[in-house]
T-cell receptor, first 111, second 115 residues
């Protein structure tokens, strides 16, 4: 089955700087890569996703890039703000199969 | 829609007791997922249903865990007997589609503590 690895497990950045979280996946047939954000004590929520026919997708201060050859994808957050502090999960799936989540990255924005 | 509704939000029980967690998915969603979240293992998929039918229960840790979905608007996850290592946050999620385009909508979770 699919295996998703996520790095780093924790990340601290100064407010206003950029943050990058990286994930690798094992199944070359995976074609859907969402990112979920979980604030402290809250439920995970989808923030952005990318499909395998696209190399990059951007939504305001967040962007996701996908390298199918290397089987890795990354989340980029620019101009970080305190409200970006959360745990971020990447995930992968193929077709209509279940999502496999990474282990999460705890992002802390330092004021 | 009120979103995915889970109960109870918090449960504290003693080892050996039966625990039942409940979930009401978003109306019209064909898929329902049960996840367990711990610090060590992150988000683990336990089981998921499509149109009330269990599709993949390979994540259910052992026979002490069971899940049912008697109708499109209700599911339960039962642990009997419970053990301290079952302490975790259990999330229910629903989606219209699995995988591609299948945004998961999570409930607020049920925090289980087994003493």
């Amino acid at each position: 089955g699919e295996n998703v690895e996520q790095h780093p497990s924790t990340l601290s950045v100064q407010e206003g700087d950029s943050a990058v979280i990286k994930c690798t996946y094992s199944d070359s047939a995976s074609n859907y890569f969402p990112w979920y954000k979980q604030e402290l004590g809250k439920r995970p929520q989808l923030i952005i996703d990318i499909r395998s026919n696209v190399g990059e997708k951007k939504d305001q201060r967040i962007a996701v890039t996908l390298n199918k050859t290397a089987k890795h994808f990354s989340l980029h957050i620019t101009e970080t703000q305190p409200e970006d502090s959360a745990v971020y999960f990447c995930a992968a799936s193929r077709g209509n199969e279940k999502l496999t989540f990474g282990t999460g990255t705890r992002l802390t924005i330092i004021p | 829609d009120a979103g995915v509704i889970q109960s109870p939000r918090h449960e504290v029980t003693e080892m050996g007791q039966e625990v039942t967690l409940r979930c009401k998915p978003i109306s019209g969603h064909d898929y329902l997922f049960w996840y367990r979240q711990t610090m060590m293992r992150g988000l683990e998929l336990l089981i998921y249903f499509n149109n009330n039918v269990p599709i993949d229960d390979s994540g259910m840790p052992e026979d002490r865990f069971s899940a049912k979905m008697p109708n499109a608007s209700f599911s339960t996850l039962k642990i009997q007997p419970s053990e301290p290592r079952d302490s975790a946050v259990y999330f229910c999620a629903s989606s219209r589609l699995a995988g591609v385009s299948g945004e998961l909508f999570f409930g607020e979770g049920s925090r289980l503590t087994v003493l």
